[in-house]
């Protein structure tokens, strides 16, 4: 006798398409995002009494098979070395996944009296947050008496990742710029960064503190004393005699406390 039921199924939330059970039996996609190191369950959805063979597949290759009464066959694949059977269900565990092992992942079954429905998963792997750092950049503004602040958010290691601020100052993104005067004294700035297998944060401690700006030299002014001094100098050296009116002691002090500037 042949069975037919009806199963409605939705692709990716937008193709809806009729199913004949016999003819092509497909799941909606499941999507999960998995850490680095973790395992991966592909039981499949039936009772085992139920099932007569079994393929599970990795991007269109076939890298494990059951067949009822003659248990399990692995094959060779990229998840040699990490592939366990289930011995309590029809199953395999892929463990300690890597980067490499995103991708599409199929179990194919055969029922006792016909196909059941292939089930699919979108498997993506990703790499924890294992630490973050705040990088910070300020600069005494004399127009306002306030530093401006540029500080960023990085997460070692880690990809699409979010980044969140709090403390002083709120806001999202990896960046962040703002001004802090000398009378807020010492603020706590926070930077938490999260992916969708982790997340961890950072503080950092900002002050702002006066700087006294630069009196009256440049490079030009400088080399122009130099050139001066060279000449003067010169004269003294080749006649032992100081040139009127210049008082060469006085003179190097001058220039001495201009070049700390």
């Known amino acids: 006798m042949r069975y037919c039921h009806e199963y409605r199924v939705s692709m990716s939330g937008a193709l809806m398409f009729w199913i004949l059970q016999g003819v092509c039996g497909v799941l909606a996609d499941t999507v999960m995002v998995l850490k680095v ?4 369950d592909l039981p499949v959805q039936y009772p085992i009494e139920s099932v007569l063979s079994v393929q599970w597949i990795f991007n269109g290759k076939t890298f494990a098979e059951y067949i009822k009464d003659q248990s399990y066959t692995l094959l060779e694949s990229q998840f040699g070395g990490r592939l ?4 309590d269900r029809v199953g395999v565990t892929v463990q300690d996944l890597q980067p490499q092992d995103s991708g599409t992942f199929s179990v194919y079954a055969e029922g006792t009296e016909t196909q059941l429905p292939t089930q699919t998963f979108k498997v993506y792997i990703q790499i924890p947050i294992t630490a973050v750092q705040i990088d910070k950049n300020q600069t005494w503004r004399l127009s306002t008496n306030s530093c401006d602040v540029d500080v960023k958010c990085a997460a070692l290691g880690a990809e699409n990742v ?7 100052r709120t806001g999202s993104g990896a960046q962040l710029q703002f001004s802090l005067s000398p009378a807020e004294g010492a603020v706590t700035l926070n ?3 999260v992916n969708n297998v982790s997340s961890s944060s950072a503080t950092e401690t900002l002050s702002c503190s006066a700087e006294h700006p630069r009196t009256g030299c440049s490079e030009d002014l400088l080399a122009t004393l130099a050139d001066w001094l060279h000449g003067v100098v010169g004269v003294y050296d080749l006649y032992c005699i100081q040139p009127p009116g210049v008082n060469l002691a006085s003179l190097f002090r001058t220039c001495a406390a201009h070049s700390r500037c």
Do not use: K
């Not at 190191?37 to 991966?40: D, F, T």
């Not at 366990?84 to 011995?87: I, L, R, V």
């Not at 979010?162 to 002083?168: A, F, I, R, T």
């Open 162 to 168: 979010s980044y969140l601020w709090s403390g002083y």
């Open 37 to 40: 190191g973790s395992s991966l």
């Open 191 to 193: 930077c938490t960064a």
């Open 84 to 87: 366990t059977e289930n011995n």
